[in-house]
């Protein structure tokens, strides 16, 4: 997708481990968002963050962390990753928290 | 009760149809509508947005809304196999609201 670039697209971990996903942006966009997709519940947002190093919460934010030091890059920490947390997760971008959000490819994680 | 709701499907039509794609939802101080669409293993990616009330039409997309039903609607003439998707509606109030997003209708478009 163009300028928006998550890393890795596929990730296997054990329980108990902490994991870190990147959003890497070119589009100097201020607002980034984590999201995970699951089946049967569409897009929920984890955090979101309106400047670097301004985050805030989602509906979904426990287990949870992120971080934003730069504008172009935004991470998501699992604490300590548990089974729940196998999904599909989305990094997005916009100019506006209203509209024109564009999304990354996904990383699809899978605790075991 | 979901703030949007939409129907998973799986929607099936031959190609060539007209599709109708719909979103209900609760919240009468939504004012910006969007339309994604999300291919297999894909992000999604914007389709329609719009604006308050009333249509937009972009080639053989429309998207309709109707805030006194809280009822919105994407439509596709001529459909494609290529359309066959997963389609998502979105919406927000505006200010620092997020997007709240429906589940998703599954698309197959049978050639």
Aim: net charge neutral.
């Amino acid at each position: 997708d163009a300028g928006i670039t998550q890393s890795p697209r596929h990730k296997v971990t054990e329980t108990g481990t902490p994991v870190t996903l990147r959003c890497h942006q070119t589009e100097n966009h201020r607002y980034m968002y984590w999201y995970r997709q699951d089946p049967g519940h569409g897009l929920r947002l984890i955090h979101y963050s309106y400047g670097v190093k301004d985050t805030d919460k989602g509906e979904v934010s426990d287990g949870y962390s992120v971080s934003r030091s730069k504008t172009e890059d935004f991470l998501l920490t699992l604490e300590s990753a548990t089974s729940s947390q196998t999904s599909v997760y989305f990094c997005a971008i916009s100019d506006s928290v209203n509209y024109g959000y564009t999304f990354g490819s996904g990383t699809r994680l899978t605790v075991v | 009760q979901k703030e949007v709701e939409q129907d998973p499907g799986p929607l099936s039509v031959p190609e060539g149809a007209i599709v109708s794609l719909n979103c209900t939802y609760s919240n009468s101080a939504f004012q910006y509508f969007m339309w994604y669409r999300q291919y297999s293993r894909k992000g999604p990616e914007l389709l329609m947005y719009t604006y308050s009330s009333g249509n937009k039409e972009d080639g053989r997309f429309t998207a309709q809304v109707d805030k006194s039903s809280k009822y919105i609607s994407l439509f596709i003439r001529d459909s494609q196999p290529s359309d066959s998707a997963t389609y998502l509606c979105a919406m927000s109030e505006g200010g620092n609201y997020q997007l709240i997003w429906g589940a998703g209708t599954k698309l197959i478009i049978k050639p």
